[in-house]
């Protein structure tokens, strides 16, 4: 006999903690639907992010490098998936609903724009005076209103906690203010992992992709990086002289684990100490029980400013990065001054959203390849 959704349910309520979000609470969807039969309702909601066509343009989107610039390094693509693979794991361990996290996870970047960080500041930039831009409202956006797949409703007709999840979407990097509707101090514990996990991804991979690129050495690191020196001398004593790709990789791998087992143990005595009973008492604490430790903190912050200034503020990486939000710039006031240059979904929201949201949503859903091609295209043949 199929495993029905009510059984999937049960099974929650028998072995995640109280104070986990069960799929059965779900506050539901702006759109009134059938519940499905043998998904639970975030099972739903991770299965309709993963077959969005917002998820599968992130394979071509920048992380940290211009998209195309190597087959190893991340893209925005794999970097989702590798933060909803960490959110899973640490959710599994408290106890919470893996399912939720995942699907936050995976929906967190849908509505990056092209070329990184750098083409949200100047989409951000170029939106003044319009609503700006930023990227964790556009995944809202994506979700809620710019995919088109379902006769019934527009975006992908998510669940309140998944949407949630994104509202409240907050980094050491990201800090967006929550829109409407999502005045909970905090949000549920799985979007804090999924907000956790992303941290955790993004640093010790960009250290990869550093390596990788040969912008970041492993002398260096070793000199000016705790967790890198701290994880090395244990490699080195447990595993002797590696050749230098398993090293490097093995290095980076004890670096997440630590990270993961530092969340883990933390979190647990912040939910002992706290003694939440529900989803809804997690959200009305003032301040997220998902943590690092002090000592755990204050070292992330120490590899976050080495990054930013050998990697990020490279002139390898802000070089290509620079010219291509360029492009991105000349295409934004192309398509003001030509809006029939758009394309047909967009060129319908002019009426509904004004040219200006318009002409962002539709760059802002570009992957890089298509944006430079675009460029090739409407300007330089001017």
Known sequence: MPCLRRELEERERATLAPCAQFSGQTRGRVYRESPPDWRTEYQRDRDRIIHSRAFRRLEYKTQVFLNGTGDHLRTRLTHTMEVAAIARNISRALRLNEDLAEAIALAHDLGHSPFGHSGEQVLNRL???????????????????????????PGLNLTWEVLEGLAKHVTSHDRPLPPAGFEARSPSLEAQVA??????????????????????????????????????????????????????????????????????????RRLRAARVESADAVRRRARPLVSYSPARRSSNLELRDYLYRNLYFNPAVRGPNTRAVQMLEALFHHYLEHPHDLGEQSRKRVRTEGLHRAVCDYLAGMTDRYAIEE???LIREQ
């Open 127 to 153: 939106m003044r005076g319009h609503g700006g831009f930023e990227h964790n409202r556009q995944s809202l956006r994506v979700v809620a209103q710019l995919e088109q797949k379902y006769p019934d409703f």
């Open 195 to 268: 907000n956790l996990a992303d941290e955790v991804a993004y640093s010790s991979h960009d250290l990869d992709d550093g390596l990788e690129a040969g912008l970041l050495s492993e002398a260096a690191l070793r000199r000016e990086v705790r967790v890198w020196r701290q994880a090395d001398a244990r490699v080195r004593r447990a595993h002797g002289e590696l050749p230098d790709e398993c090293r490097r990789d093995f290095i980076i791998r004890c670096i997440i684990d630590d990270q993961v087992h530092d969340v883990v143990e933390t979190t647990e």
């Open 375 to 377: 460029h090739a295209r």
